[in-house]
């Protein structure tokens, strides 16, 4: 799918089938579909499956190789298009934020993606100081950069999305549950008589709040305000299993039971979710290193400009709970970057370096506090660092669990001393459980006796 675009047929095909398994079709037998697929693919936020799209997403895919294959850029135009032209206003500079460079080379419709190394996420840096004025050249190389499949599939859904005047997310208007008067509609049964009163129609109001038996089960609910939702939910839910279980011959549970059943089933979820919960956010700041917990291990981070070299240093070193060096990193990028671009990339820059060595349970700490605010979501990171901080927080899906922590410069000394080391190099060093004699002296001052 990254590679052509798929017939539109092939696509239908597919997405029957994918249909046909959730709805539990067997052979040729044919199952009810309760929810149109247009709403099964919306995004779980906006109360769907969140199932893909197949034509949007091959799109998607077929966008994030740019150039590759010229059927794929005619098939994903639509898509492709909404980017910015190379003479739009763009460039992070004072009026008027235009390419000024004279158009030798470019034609008037060349895209800014173009300029762009989609399977590496960096600029051609060659390619820019080929094409543009010096300074303009320098200004573009320095803005961050973060690609994801998952945007070029956003932008191609809703694009989709408002050619058809948008769907509707209200879950409580999709009568997509099998009641008897929605079975009733569809010519499945004749009596819509909901069976634990007898009294009613079986439809959504009646069975999860208006009868008596439903009565019964929320007056013994108790509800307070921090967990009106979840247990409201939970409840309506054991409601529903409980009425599926007297359909096939089971027996109607009282009102205090439904409750038992449904606050011990939602306790086991919260229980769940916090063992598995990927990221662990606490506001720490401290003013001097501090080693992790046992068994887990710290990474601090750090960025250094050399204006002179139009170029960035990157260091980050990797320590666990004793103190001991586990990885260093010492990195040059040259790209004039500002000391919040280049302390932001230094965090993925490490980042990365833990997932390769399978390194699980990490405390990320540098000395920016913008960037840390903007990892534990107090505030929002500032645009020239934006993309860069939402690709971090996708990368910390990796881990098992990661903390953000922040300290001040004195904490962060062998971070900064090697992200200043990088100046007298070309590329980068990593170190792996050795010492390296310039940081030993800081290193014995920096750990605790």
């Given at each position: ?46 109360g769907g499956m969140g199932f893909k799209k197949l034509q ?394």
């Amino acid at each position: 799918m990254s590679c052509f675009k798929l017939l539109n047929a092939l696509c239908e095909d597919l997405t029957s089938m994918i249909r046909n398994f959730w709805w539990g079709q067997r052979k040729d037998e044919k199952k009810t579909d309760w929810l149109s697929w247009e709403k099964m693919c919306e995004l779980k936020a906006n109360g769907g499956m969140g199932f893909k799209k197949l034509q949007q997403f091959n799109l998607a895919l077929l966008a994030k190789q740019g150039l590759r294959l010229k059927v794929s850029i005619m098939a994903t135009q639509h898509v492709v298009k909404e980017g910015l032209r190379w003479r739009d206003k763009w460039l992070p500079l004072s009026s008027p934020y235009k390419v000024v460079s004279p158009n030798i080379f470019l034609h008037a419709v060349t895209r800014v993606s173009e300029l762009i190394d989609s399977a590496s996420a960096n600029w051609k840096s060659f390619v820019i100081d080929a094409l543009f004025l010096s300074h303009e050249a320098e200004t573009i190389k320095s803005i961050p950069l973060s690609s994801s499949v998952r945007s070029a599939f956003s932008l191609a859904v809703s694009l989709s999305q408002a050619a058809d005047g948008g769907a509707s997310s209200d879950t409580a208007c999709r009568k997509a549950l099998p009641t008897k008067v929605n079975l009733a509609q569809r010519k499945v049964v004749l009596d819509n008589t909901y069976e634990a009163c007898g009294l009613m129609a079986e439809f959504i109001g009646h069975v999860l709040w208006d009868c008596a038996k439903a009565q019964e089960a929320w007056s013994c609910s108790k509800l307070v305000e921090e967990e009106k939702v979840a247990r409201m939910v939970t409840i309506a839910w054991a409601l529903w299993f409980n009425r599926n279980e007297i359909k096939l011959g089971g027996v109607r549970k009282a009102g205090k039971d439904v409750v038992r059943w449904a606050t011990q089933y939602l306790e086991g979820y919260w229980l769940t979710i916090k063992r598995e919960q990927p990221a662990l956010v606490v506001i720490e700041r401290v003013v001097s290193w501090l080693p992790p917990w046992a068994n887990w291990f710290k990474i601090n981070v750090d960025g250094a400009v050399f204006a002179s070299q139009k170029a960035a240093g990157l260091g980050a070193i990797i320590r666990d709970d004793r103190g001991r060096v586990g990885a260093a990193m010492s990195k040059k990028v040259l790209v004039p970057l500002g000391a919040l671009e280049a302390k932001a990339k230094a965090f993925v820059a490490r980042l990365l370096l833990a997932r390769d060595i399978s390194i699980q349970d990490v405390i990320l700490e540098g000395d920016s506090l913008v960037i840390y605010n903007a990892l534990c979501e107090a505030s929002l990171p500032p645009s020239s660092v934006a993309s860069v901080v939402l690709g971090m927080l996708d990368l910390c899906k990796k881990f098992r669990w990661i903390k953000f922590s922040h300290v001040k410069r004195k904490g962060n000394r062998l971070a900064h001393l090697l992200a200043k080391y990088a100046v007298g190099i070309y590329d980068f060093l990593v170190w792996m459980e050795e010492n390296f004699c310039f940081l030993e002296q800081a290193l014995s001052h920096d750990v605790p006796s």
